[in-house]
Nanobody, 119 residues
Framework: QVQLVESGGGLVQPGGSLRLSCVTSVSIATIYRMAWQRQAPGRHRELVAVHNDDGGTNYADSVKGRFTISRDNAKNTVYLQMNSLKPEDTAVYYC?????????????WGQGTQVTVSS
């Protein structure tokens, strides 16, 4: 079973930066798509950043230019660098892996890490 473990969340002031990490139990080279999602209290879960199988990336308009998703295959780790943080970025951030084979299409999520942006 695929396991994802997020870390790096915490309390930061507006304008500050954080880097989230997601360590996977399998080689990320075998994963079709990696993504970061977030959910604030009373809000629907939002797709924030996507790392595609071709190496391309996509970002939500709300974070474009401020967040960067990247991966290190040797460490089986995906990162989310978050700069110029705003109070509206406050949420629980989840790592998501989508794995596709000839006979299956499965999604996996980590437990999440809390990011709080406040002065």
């Amino acid at each position: 079973q695929v396991q994802l473990v997020e870390s790096g969340g915490g309390l930061v002031q507006p304008g500050g930066s954080l880097r989230l990490s997601c360590v996977t139990s399998v080689s990320i080279a075998t994963i079709y798509r990696m993504a970061w999602q977030r959910q604030a209290p009373g809000r629907h879960r939002e797709l924030v950043a996507v790392h595609n199988d071709d190496g391309g990336t996509n970002y939500a308009d709300s974070v474009k230019g401020r967040f960067t998703i990247s991966r290190d295959n040797a460490k089986n780790t995906v990162y989310l660098q978050m700069n110029s943080l705003k109070p509206e970025d406050t949420a629980v951030y989840y790592c998501n892996a989508r794995m596709i084979t000839a006979i299956s299409d499965n999604n996996y999520w980590g437990q999440g890490t809390q990011v709080t942006v406040s002065s």
